[in-house]
């Protein structure tokens, strides 16, 4: 998938400017950078969650112009191959968590609900939650909460998952076990982009990374070059100093 010369404003605030970014299919795509400087803003764009005023968005047989309105048809298909995944988790709290999993595949899906329940299983049991489809999410530690949403965003069948800040909610011990799911997907060649703070996790899972400051691409390559001591680049090594 590919932003090509998006613009985003604000108010009177230009978040994003002639922006132009690929996020390769099968490949894990990891955006860092300070607060503030528009990493969600792209995450949202990709999903239609953000609309740009204007740019172009390409995805499969998909050639959004974000400058024209963007048809039904457009960002249904869009919204269904982008799953999200948010740093609160969002579950719907009056729902298990199969009830939550189970939700997309059945109403959006038209899948039954045996199908559905059966997928959740495994889907489930790949998060390493295979015995809590009965819970309700407040009885889940936050690192639980994480993985079924990410259960719950794979059970769409989505060709790529959006993770914003997935882990920043958490304590260090129960972030492990949501990344840990997420290095497997990435061993999977599930296609995802990941905003994330942590610096480590980033090295190990991405196959690219997108450094973003005040808007603006400061690095787009690969994350050997990113974390080189000897980079060049003083504001990428400055940034990877205050992080680490
Ligand atoms: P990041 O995810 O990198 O922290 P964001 O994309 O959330 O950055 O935000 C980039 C800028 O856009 C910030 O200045 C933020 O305040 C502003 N912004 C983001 N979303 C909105 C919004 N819905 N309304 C107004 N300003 C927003
Ligand atoms: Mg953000």
Redesign the pocket.
Known sequence: MKLTNINKR??N?N?LKNTTLEFPAGKTTVMV??????????LRSLNLLVMPESGQYDFDEHHLDFSQKISNKDKLAIRQETGMVFQDYNLFPNKTVLGNIIEGPTQVLKQSKKEAIANAHNLLTKVGLADYGDAYPNELSGGQAQRVAIARALAMSPKYILLDEPTSALDPELELSVLRVLLQLAAEKQSMVI?THNMVFAKHVADKIIF?EN?EILYDGTPDEFFAPDNPNERVKNFIASMT
């Open positions: 604000f108010g605030k978040v950078g300070p607060s503030g400087s528009g990493k969600s803003t792209i905003v973003v808007g």
